[in-house]
């Protein structure tokens, strides 16, 4: 539309491309049948071992209340399964099963393998030119959010323009009264 603005331009961009990568994405998985989602939580298990739900959220950048359910599909399809920590019962982890372990290893191998997004013969230069841009931007942007959902503070202050410089620590003590 004319008349937008760049930021404008940039998320309406931004989106169209999120879709249309869910889509060539949905489609290289269903082959595993699994969802994006789904095999990014086995791809990110099969990189990185077992992982109690806390740090497997920080792992994926996202929260619980979305990564629970998703663990609980998985368990029910047989990929993962929940096991308790033999030194503290209160934590528990989530893993691969042994009959997941070949499918992921299969999936891993092809996720390497086969270029999904920029096929074979996708100009060079057109490649460095967008990643030199998706650098850029992610440069910009804030950081992901801690593991609490929170972004940190100093994520803001790089985009504000107005952000002062937090001022030094004082090194003299207050008086007590």
């Known amino acids: 539309m004319q ?92 893993r691969l099963t042994a009959a997941a372990l070949d499918s992921v290893s299969e999936l891993h191998r092809a996720v390497k393998a086969e270029r999904v997004l920029l096929p074979r013969g996708f100009p060079e230069e057109d490649r460095r030119i967008i990643l030199a841009g998706l650098e850029t931007l992610c440069r910009y942007l804030p950081q992901r959010p801690d593991s609490s959902g929170g972004f940190p503070k100093e994520s803001f202050e790089m985009m504000d323009p107005c952000a002062r410089k937090p001022a030094a620590p004082r090194t003299e003590r207050r008086k007590e009264k």
């Open 3 to 94: 008349g937008e603005s760049d930021e404008i331009r940039i998320i309406n961009l931004l989106k169209e491309i999120n879709l249309r990568i869910g889509a060539l994405l949905s489609r290289f998985y269903d082959r595993y049948g699994l969802t994006p989602v789904q095999a990014a939580v086995a791809l990110a298990l099969y990189e990185h071992g077992q992982q109690n739900i806390t740090d497997l959220c920080a792992l994926m950048g996202c929260g619980k209340s979305n990564l629970s359910p998703l663990c609980r599909r998985l368990e029910r399809r047989g990929f993962v399964e929940r096991v308790r920590d033999e030194e503290d019962q209160r934590v528990v982890h989530i």
